[in-house]
């Protein structure tokens, strides 16, 4: 725009200046493209303390400002002034009020809640420290502490005097294990239930001959007064009336009437027939409460036994169950013999040949070459190949580090002669010529060797075992002249070796 402390001449001649107000006219101004081209090549630094960026104002509107790391920023949820740069470690790791979620539950909660949080997750993981299991969400922790096998739980006859405290796993061992122990805690805590409940209505004792008798609760109060007056029971017993004195079982001496001796008797024996008779009744009810009690150990005796038995059946079926998962086990291992031993058939059968000649493709070459340098795989054999459909089973043995005398400086290659299954029918011993050849890629100078059997070794007789010993060049291939840049003998990390059997005389 055309500005500046002064209004320029060309401005006022245009009437585009108003004076009154010092400013322009928006309607009638045009921008300065002159002045913003000079603008904005001014050099630019940025004002942000410790931005090293410098450049012109343009790179720096265009570019820089709104973006500089060094800038500081307002974090919209804590409202803390950091920097820029430092905004998305600030969000992630130190702001207070940022979000996260339950990494148990998955719930969203703030920073600060979060720890409270885990003490109440219902998917927290615990670990039971009876059994040592981890990763129990809090929420099932209950239920497996009250099924946990090494979990210990007073036994549930704790209440009528059983102290025992036992796994959970051997509470029923031990409930069958102290039937008879729990039955008589059970009878010894009936039997105190129903004494208890006759103190409400009289209680027992025991007269001068050793009967229990029944005494009412007021002669239990009558029997405390005579305690308290004795003094004075004693003194009137040496009075001639007409009465006489007497001392009676409790050794209380009281005024007896000349006709109530007879009369004393009679309610005695009363007393004595009703506590008897209450005496035989509470026994039967005890004895039906031990027959009740004998018929449920009866029941339970049974109902081991017919676990015992079910136990053994089950024990059986599992045994026959694991007889039938060893044969199925030895079935499926010997069907894995089959299914290796097929594969490998295919396999060979896709890469043999039946005319004498093979070409063996070894592939992944500098790791083959570091294994065999180490000794972990010196040697490397082909699949093997035919002189014919029915003719001589024969296949390559390859040293990468070399073998023998070219141990270290060649690669050397031999030939194997390999049972076959017609071998009855073949000319014995093997005597045809061989010709090992390395294959140049480029196709301009491969390495070639060939040698005629001596007859008389056991490497080409007829074989006994797999197969016999090798026979070949153990000086096939300088390793130096393998490497050199000038060859393509190795190419994508791969060679290419060519054998030809001579078929003459077959």
């Known amino acids: 725009m055309c500005s500046g402390p002064k209004p320029c001449e060309a401005c006022r001649v245009e009437g585009i200046f108003e004076e009154s107000q010092s400013m322009l006219n928006e309607k009638e101004a045009f921008p300065d493209n002159a002045a913003r081209r000079e603008i904005d090549g001014l050099p630019a630094k940025c004002p942000n303390e410790g931005c090293p960026w410098t450049g012109t104002m343009k790179e720096f509107e265009g570019q820089h400002e709104g973006q500089c790391d060094y800038e500081t920023v307002t974090c919209e949820a804590c409202q803390l002034h950091i920097l820029r740069n430092d905004k998305d470690r600030h969000n992630e790791r130190e702001c207070e ?133 004795k ?42 027939r009703k506590s008897t008779v209450g005496l035989e009744q509470k026994v039967t009810a005890l004895e039906n409460i031990v027959c009740v009690l004998s018929r449920e150990l009866e029941r339970s005796s049974l109902t081991q036994e017919a676990q015992a038995r079910q136990h053994h059946l089950d024990q059986e079926k599992i045994e026959g169950l694991h007889s039938k998962i060893r044969q199925l086990e030895r079935t499926l291992t010997m069907r894995d013999l089959k299914l290796s031993e097929t594969e490998q058939t295919l396999t060979e059968l896709e890469l043999c040949t039946f005319d004498g000649v093979f070409v063996w493709k070894v592939a992944d070459f500098s790791h083959r070459r570091q294994d065999a340098l180490a000794g972990r795989s010196p040697a490397l054999f082909s699949p093997a190949f035919y002189s014919s459909k029915y003719g001589y089973k024969m296949c390559l043995r390859l040293y990468l580090n070399g073998d023998g005398t070219g141990r270290g400086t060649h690669l050397s290659l031999f030939f194997v002669v390999m049972r076959g299954k017609y071998d009855a029918l073949l000319k014995w011993p093997f005597s045809q010529k061989v010709t090992l050849m390395l294959l140049d890629q480029n196709n301009r100078e491969h390495i070639i060797d060939a040698f005629r059997p001596d007859t008389s070794s056991t490497s080409f007789q007829r074989p006994i075992s797999e197969m016999n010993i090798a026979s070949g060049c153990p000086l096939f291939c300088p390793l130096a002249k393998l490497a050199s840049a000038k060859n393509s003998y190795v190419r994508e990390d791969t060679i290419f070796i060519k054998a030809i059997v001579d078929l003459t005389g077959l």
Do not use: W
């Not at 299991?133 to 209950?142: A, L, M, N, S």
């Not at 006859?157 to 509470?171: E, L, P, T």
């Not at 003194?235 to 109530?260: F, I, V």
């Open 97 to 229: 009020a940022r979000t996260l979620n339950c990494k148990y539950c998955k719930v969203s909660f703030n920073f600060k809640d979060i720890k409270a949080h885990d003490e109440i997750c219902t998917k927290f993981p615990m670990q039971c420290k009876d059994c040592g299991k981890k990763k129990i969400p809090r929420e099932k922790f209950p239920e497996h502490v009250k099924t946990c096998a090494k979990s210990k739980m007073a036994c549930q006859f704790s209440k009528v005097g059983c102290h025992a405290v036992v796994d959970n796993g051997k509470q029923h061992d031990h409930e069958q294990s102290s039937i008879m122990d729990h039955l008589r805690m059970v009878l010894t805590a009936l039997s105190s239930v129903v004494l208890v409940q006759s103190d409400g209505f009289g209680e027992y004792q025991d007269d001068c001959g050793g009967l229990g008798l029944y005494r009412a609760p007021e002669e239990k109060a009558v029997a405390e007064a005579a305690a308290s007056g």
């Open 231 to 272: 003094a004075y029971s004693n003194s009137s017993s040496s009075r001639a009336g007409g009465g006489e004195g007497r001392r009676d079982s409790n050794g209380l001496g009281l005024y007896q009437a000349p006709d109530e001796g007879t009369a004393g008797a009679s309610v005695a024996s009363g007393r004595g």
